[in-house]
C-alpha cells in the first residue's frame, strides 16, 4: 500500500536528515494543528513504533481491499479523515498526536463489525479472524501511557464502528 511507502519515507527522512516530523501531528483545536489530519498517520516517534504500526495497516488494509472492494475506498478515507477530525476536535491538547494506530483501530473496528452487522457467512469468519488477531486492541483505547494517543484509538475504534454500521446497511443494495 502506498500509505505504507509514505510512512517508512516519513520515518527515512526524519532519521537521515536529523529532524522531528512531529509538528506534521495532530494539535488538537488549533490551526497549526490542522495539518495533522492529514498528514499525523504518515509521522512516526521512532523504528518500533513504525513497525508496530506497519504490518496492521498492510494486514488490514489488505484484507477491506480484498474482501470488499466495492467499499474499500470509501471505507479507508472515512476511517483516515473521520478519526483525525475527531483527535483534533476531542484529543489532548498539551502535545501533538501522531502515527497511524487511530486507523489500524479504525480498519480492526469495521472489519469486526462490518461481519456483525451484514450477517453475511464470510463477512462473519473475517470478523472472527479480526477479533482472535486484533482483539487485544480494546486495552489500548484506555488511557494507560501519557506519551500514547489514546484519543486516536478510541476515535479510531469509534469510527470504525460506524462505518461498519452504515456501510453495512449500504452494502445491501450491491448484495
Known sequence: MRL???????????????IDL?????????????????TAPLVH???????SNTFPVLFLGAAIYLFY??????????????????????????????????LVYALASFLIFFGIFRRKFRSIIISIIVLLAYGGLIYGILPQNSYVSWES????????????????K????YS
Open 69 to 102: 472492494d466495492r467499499i474499500a475506498p470509501q471505507v479507508f478515507l472515512q476511517c483516515y479523515f473521520f478519526t483525525n477530525i475527531l483527535v483534533w476536535v476531542f484529543g489532548r491538547q498539551d502535545f501533538y498526536h501522531i502515527g497511524a494506530s487511530g
Open 170 to 173: 449500504i452494502s445491501k443494495v
Open 45 to 51: 516517534g521512532n523504528l518500533t513504533h513504525l513497525v
Open 22 to 38: 512531529g509538528f506534521l501531528g495532530i494539535k488538537p483545536l488549533t490551526l497549526r494543528g490542522t495539518i495533522g489530519i492529514l
Open 153 to 168: 484509538h478510541l476515535m479510531g475504534f469509534i469510527v470504525g464502528l460506524g462505518s461498519a454500521f452504515t456501510m453495512s
Open 4 to 18: 505504507v511507502f509514505f510512512m517508512w519515507l516519513f520515518y527515512s527522512i526524519q532519521l537521515y536528515m536529523h
